[in-house]
């Protein structure tokens, strides 16, 4: 059994930065293209970030292009998303999740493409 476990939200003001982290357990870390998702208050899941396999091509939401980044470390089974100029609207809680991939350069960006998840970090950005 797969297990995907997010830390490091919390409360920052706007304009600040926050690092999030996830590891899984129990499966190939290498074989996963990895990727982060945010769901905010009577809002839809939405997709914010994914990583291949390899960790050489990544894709982001245009709303955090600019401002979000991923990256992946395969030694130690994480993924991290560095979030920085963070503004109210990014206020969620957000998801890793993880899938098998047959292809190293493989970017997933829809929640339906991946197979595990996990139980979400809140982060709130305070005006």
């Known amino acids: 059994q797969v297990q995907v476990v997010e830390s490091g939200g919390g409360l920052v003001q706007a304009g600040g930065s926050l690092r999030l982290s996830c590891t899984t357990s129990?499966?190939?870390?290498?074989?996963?293209?990895m990727g982060w998702f945010r769901q905010a208050p009577g809002k839809a899941r939405e997709f914010v970030a994914a990583i291949s396999r390899s960790g050489n091509r990544t894709y982001y939401a245009d709303s955090v292009k600019a401002r979000f980044g991923i990256s992946r470390d395969n030694a130690r089974s994480a993924v991290y998303l560095q979030m920085s100029t963070l503004e109210p609207p990014d206020t969620a809680v957000y998801y890793c999740a993880a899938t098998a991939s047959l292809y190293f350069d493989d970017v997933l960006s829809a929640a339906r493409q991946y197979s595990y998840w996990g139980q979400g970090t809140q982060v709130t950005v305070s005006s």
């Open positions: 129990g499966g190939t870390f290498s074989r996963y293209a």
